[in-house]
């Protein structure tokens, strides 16, 4: 199972003057696990749906927030 999310532990420093961020990460778009459109996806059930998400199809959606931390996808 692919996620959308990639994280690393950049190196920290002994001698680095400012406290570093422990954990980075970056979200990929989901098109880049879909090969193409598949004929017949399933698509949101109200235009306003599709108009928060900003796609028409939900394989598509990709929240913005980092999940973890506590995002929703339709803030």
Same mark, same amino acid.
Not at 31 to 55: C, D, I, K, S, V
């Given at each position: 199972m692919f996620t959308q999310y990639k994280y690393w532990r950049p190196y920290i420093s002994p001698f680095d003057p400012c406290k570093p961020i422990e954990v980075k990460y970056f +979200?990929?778009?989901?098109? %880049? =696990?879909?090969?193409? @459109?598949? =004929?017949? %996806?399933? @698509?949101? @059930?109200?235009?306003?749906? +599709? %108009?928060? +998400?900003?796609? %028409?199809?939900? @394989?598509?959606?990709?929240?913005?927030p980092f999940p973890i931390k506590g995002g929703t996808k339709h803030d």
């Open positions: +979200a990929t778009p989901p098109q %880049l =696990y879909m090969g193409f @459109q598949p =004929y017949g %996806l399933p @698509q949101f @059930q109200t235009p306003r749906e +599709a %108009l928060m +998400a900003g796609t %028409l199809w939900p @394989q598509l959606f990709s929240p913005y």
